[in-house]
């Protein structure tokens, strides 16, 4: 393969940057071109690529975000988009895409590849953790240690002032970040899309630990389960208990990324070139048990990873 | 002075550990017994007070929060409650009280002082930094770090997705933390309670930058001048751009305490027990033109620190 | 059973307290009584233990180090020490020990449970990560993200001065630490002592760099492979290049402990009390493959985890 | 003022670029067009210039190091070296300078505008804090937060394992650094060059508190008054106490800014770019009892700051 195109899609996070540097150092390395394209799939439609050496993905691997940008375009979704899209690939001779995204943008890959033929390999990049076929995704370690670390300052204040906190926490459709940051800061409660809560025995639990001298508490909350404001409201009409709380937001997605994901985005950047170089198409590079694998695209849109749910019993065990 | 009594007050601030651990020292260096008083003044009225040596202070220097918790109680400003406090300073011999707060607390101790005539000096600690007499007050150093951290990484999805942020930081009455984060963090503008917005420039502002390709941006708002969503909402509302915005809230308040943080702390505690060892009373510790100072807690407690809103115009000439 | 024991031993490692709080928490929650002991096996040795309840293991989870100290003690290692240990254990009731320490610690479990029959189950914690049958230990991936943070500094100044930088790591008889800081951090060659070490085609590589204008670079080498300052010296000899070292020493073993860190290290804690709670003994818990197992300390100690040293031409690809 | 030039000169330290940042943006703002100087004198005599427009600096704030590259260069130092200088500056036109640096760069500065007339400002950015004239220089609050992080980490080890370390901190000719980090980490003695040094009593203080079962300590050294390696060495002679060391070195230079150097930075950048547009020269910007100000080039150079060494008392106390 003489020329491979390297993109961002959808949500940013930390450790596009590294990927983006593993793929392109591998490409070169292995004597093909690379193209940079801007802003994921809008920018492939209107052409706006830039040559990339090795040099030029210097200094990236520690930033958060990613320097070609990212942008969602409802346009690629039709025909006429992806055509433009075809059009712009074969103008710049590209013959192999290596993509950076969720499973949003991995469909959008196998459209493309449907549409014009150019290769296609998925880099799985989203902090939410929920792509098939890949224990874990770029950022999500770096979005579960920036949320404990702000869960740290909170409990600072919560343990000064004998107060509930109710933290919201990414995850629309998952309680990934949500499990695993609650196991990590140490909260007494964990609420996830995933299950149906019980916040009456919760609001027993909690006023047990008053009873016996427990008066700060965090309960973290996955923004898909619930707002922290309506579990907040809840907990005091119940309890009388007085409640804060604080939605963490946009800090979980952005940031410096955590050396997992820097070496997980090398490792996955590298084997994606590695795979377009060999002229492979339609395949995800992933980690399973330890080890990088590749997967077809095809199996892992089909559908999303579950949560062990199990590890909430944990949760309750440690929140004794 | 044979026993010094030690309390934090009002909302907790990072490096109020390491005052206390000041005051601790201090007075034992000068011989005398400290009592540590927890939840502040509710404490006080209900006799919550342990005794507090050298040792007891170690290891707290690098923690957020306050080791002696801290609450607010509204029965202390009643005379009953003055009086419920007396008698435990009686009951306990404390001849002198070193008091970590805001302006709130400080009228409590000139109260108190006019009860029962033990004597009291005031720490300033609190985040605002609205203390009329001090240049800083404890945690400030520390709020504003996190602050400008936390829009960091929001800055690295603000890039990505070339997109405006609105980014709510705390100050219910003044800008302080605002000004200093929105220059720290390289905002494109900055709101304050002191002076009215003009939402139509901004928008202008905004629209030009966009114009010459500058997509993204950061707005910091303090919590008083307004909200977030209010802002962000007006934006959309005249320009038609979108914007995302954040809360950072709680997060501002706890955390290991800043290099700074912790010197201030150091120095003011040293100083307060000083002063409670030679017997002074009514009086504020303070750092104004580089300088330890102790000033009278009648003029503290007359009014608020006001905003150098010169500075805006900085934000303005470093946003071109 | 009725009574567990919980210990540190060895080097401290980010995550021994979180192991110690889901041991006890996990005990307690089981019916179980809790004692810790102090300062490891010298600890055992003299009756230094205390009881723990759910809540002395509360505020713990992210503080670095250990609360329940540890020490090496060569006594232990004769027949009088354990027998002295095993004393104590009946003294005290103790009818099963959480072991959290490195290879070393699990050997002396094992002689303990040949000496007195004292139930134990180890816990890998070590920043080395080089025991057999797990895939991480506590506290390896705290000390990979402090010494990358740490060398993302040192690249501020490399890169503002066109200096080449030697930086070494922790690993005095392996390269793991040394390999996955270099990955992260980007650096241009990473020195492990599994590997015999080719200084002149490195140094060729250095000249080539520069004679592109590459200026800046980042060498990390582990303790075991050779010392920052030989590298150096050696690099400057061939190639006159100047160069600058930074030994980042202790720094690597404390700090907070990173999001991975508490949680493998609440899994684990919690896997080894169930597994005391019901009676078995000389396993060590580990996580292969993504799950959390356990296994015969007889195997773990019989040899070390190696390297997977075909991760080196990782480095090599991305250092073009 | 038609043309302003930028130069980064001497070591590295946090927050020059937003000092880089506010000069330019000023300058812009002010109608003057903006020249970057890469590699400080050396580029200046080389001719390595680039136009530098508002955009060039954005996303800088937050950068620790420096884009425009330093370099210490003794061609500079001689007449013939000033020459080369002056014909760049007469070749592009540029009529003043901003230099950021230390009292070395702005000796060079002064001879500068003797050769050659051109106007000068100095803008004090070292992290070692000793230049004359203004209270704090643009990277020191950097510097000691990330030293005082580091000790955070290292008192883990020290409190786990019950052990002496002694810790070198940055600061040839003073203990600036030394100081504040000593205070702000707790440390129980701290050795400044300014001040001799009793290891005698320093030692009995360490059997003392031994005695009473303070068995860990920080000891601060700055590298200036001895080698952390020495004392360690003559503790162990003398008292038999076993002891670590640890170097901080380099890190201590790089890293993204502190909110205080950030804002700092910026306030210098923006009165010096003003300064220049003025027509001033050979003045350096300061801050002195909270306020920026100007002083002489001339005076500024004529010394070095000197340390509060009351402040040590300070650390006695606190140590008890």
């Known amino acids: 393969m003489k020329k491979i195109g390297v993109l961002t899609s959808g949500g940013?996070?930390?450790?596009?940057?590294?990927?983006?540097?593993?793929?392109v150092r591998t490409a070169v390395h292995g004597g093909a071109e690379v193209l940079g394209i801007e802003r994921g799939y809008h920018g492939l439609m209107h052409g706006q690529v830039r040559p990339m050496g090795a040099a030029s993905v210097g200094g990236i691997i520690n930033?958060?975000?990613?320097?070609?940008?990212?942008?969602r375009d409802s346009v690629f979704k039709t025909e006429e988009g992806r055509?433009?899209?075809a059009r712009v690939i074969e103008e710049h001779g590209i013959e192999g895409l290596a993509i950076i995204g969720g499973d949003g943008s991995f469909r959008g890959a196998l459209e493309l590849n449907r549409t014009c033929g150019v290769k296609v390999v998925g880099i799985p990049g989203t902090i939410d953790n929920d792509i098939l076929g890949t224990q874990y995704s770029i950022g999500f370690d770096t979005a579960v240690n920036t949320a404990i670390t702000a869960i740290d300052k909170i409990r600072d204040t919560s343990a000064s002032h004998d107060r509930v906190f109710v933290v919201e926490v990414m995850g629309r459709h998952n309680g990934f970040i949500a499990l695993e940051?609650?196991?990590?800061?140490g909260a007494e409660a964990v609420l996830v899309?995933?299950?149906g809560r019980d916040l009456v025995s919760l609001c027993r639990k909690l006023q047990a630990g008053q009873g016996r001298g427990?008066?700060?508490?965090?309960?973290?909350?996955?923004?898909?389960?619930a707002s922290a404001s309506d579990i907040a409201t809840t907990i005091t009409q119940i309890t009388g208990i007085e409640t804060r709380i604080s939605v963490l937001g946009h800090i979980q997605r952005g940031g410096n990324p955590s050396a997992r994901d820097r070496f997980l985005a090398t490792r996955f950047g590298h084997r994606a070139a590695e795979l377009l170089l060999e002229g492979r198409t339609n395949l995800m590079v992933g980690i399973e048990m330890g080890q990088v694998v590749e997967l077809p695209l095809e199996r892992v849109v089909a559908g999303r990873r579950d949560l062990d749910t199990s590890l909430l019993a944990l949760v309750e065990v440690m929140s004794i």
């Open 12 to 23: 940013d996070a930390p450790g596009m940057n590294a990927a983006v540097r593993a793929v």
């Open 83 to 85: 055509r433009m899209a």
């Open 181 to 185: 940051v609650g196991i990590g800061a």
């Open 214 to 225: 427990k008066m700060s508490c965090i309960i973290v909350v996955a923004e898909g389960a």
């Open 63 to 71: 930033l958060g975000g990613t320097i070609l940008r990212t942008a």
């Open 193 to 195: 899309p995933e299950c």
